[in-house]
């Protein structure tokens, strides 16, 4: 039979701890690896984010999208001519400035950058 | 100051705060509760530095649980069974699991009823599994079926083993009615 008296000793001798000396440096240290552990965790949603926001818009471009917009264009508006390509980028873009495939990568790869920095803002945020 | 601000505040509050995502409210927990965590590890057995490596563990594990403390009990015992059993799946590992089985009754050599002893010292006449079983019911505050859950041991093992160290260490700290505590640092 076990002695109540001696358990409750044992429960109050066990909940009466040392306080060490180096008590703030562990906790130091917990934080530091932390906040490590964050960081990483942040470029890795970044570089996800990114990853994912290029194949996206390499799948867009690759689908062939101007030209199928233009021939939708063309086929419900037989009488107006557009050209997308020209119509997506002449009010953005300064004048004299030509609209070619490498701005168009360009203006991806920053979006999908952007998309990726937002992402992990969010995640953070959440 | 912002440690000040912070130190004011109730263990719940900065759970709410960790749980938000406060890192700095979570490093005030582990300032509070650290010493408690890793003097519990040592007495289950672990050397320092492991002891220290498995509590920083465990506070790291805790923080990316934070969401699932309930607040039921407190929060150093919560991290305390995340400690534990940390160290118990270590401890197994390390082929101790045979000791598990019952073991013979060792006399308490060496105990000298006249001495006054602390509670570290008297673990220590504990055998690996008495000193286990102690430590995760009156330490970490398990049942005995919680502890035999976390070693994976059966229950009446487990009883055993309790009873037998209880038995121990009532001769080693109150000899003769005088047991105190004298916690070491």
């Known amino acids: ?126 | 100051m912002v440690e000040t601000a912070y130190a004011a505040r109730h263990d719940l509050e900065l759970v709410a705060l960790a749980v938000a995502g406060g890192r700095p409210a979570f490093g005030e927990l582990v300032r509070r509760h650290g010493s408690a965590v890793r003097a519990l590890l040592r007495r289950m057995g672990a050397e320092p530095h492991l002891a220290d490596d498995l509590a920083q563990d465990a506070f790291l594990a805790a923080f990316e649980q934070i969401t699932e403390f309930r607040g039921e009990g407190t929060f150093q015992a919560w991290v305390k069974r995340i400690a534990v059993r940390a160290y118990v799946k270590r401890w197994r590992r390390d082929a101790h699991e045979e000791l598990m089985a019952d073991t013979p009754e060792l006399a308490s050599a060496g105990a000298d009823p006249a001495a006054v002893i602390d509670l570290d010292e008297a673990l220590r006449s504990l055998s690996d599994p008495e000193r286990v079983c102690v430590t995760l019911c009156y330490g970490a505050g398990m049942s005995h079926s919680e502890a035999a859950l976390a070693l994976n041991a059966p229950l009446g093992t487990v009883k055993s083993h309790v009873k037998r160290g209880i038995d121990k260490l009532r001769l080693r700290l109150a000899p003769s009615g005088r047991m105190e505590s004298r916690v070491n640092g």
């Open chain 1, 1 to 126: 039979m076990v002695d109540r008296n001696f358990e409750m000793e044992l429960d109050r001798l066990f909940a009466d701890h040392p306080a060490f000396a180096d008590a703030d440096l562990f906790a130091l240290r917990v934080e530091t690896n932390l906040e490590r552990g964050w960081t990483f965790r942040r470029f890795l949603i970044g570089g996800l984010g990114l990853a994912g926001g290029l194949v996206g818009a390499a799948q867009l471009l690759g689908s062939g999208l101007g030209p199928r917009l233009n021939a939708l264009a063309a086929h419900y508006a037989p009488n107006i001519e557009v050209n997308w390509t020209d119509v997506a980028f002449s009010h953005v873009l300064p004048g004299g400035l030509e609209v070619n495939g490498e701005i168009l990568w360009m203006s991806a790869a920053l979006a999908a950058v952007a998309v990726g920095f937002a992402l992990t803002r969010a995640i953070r945020e959440i």
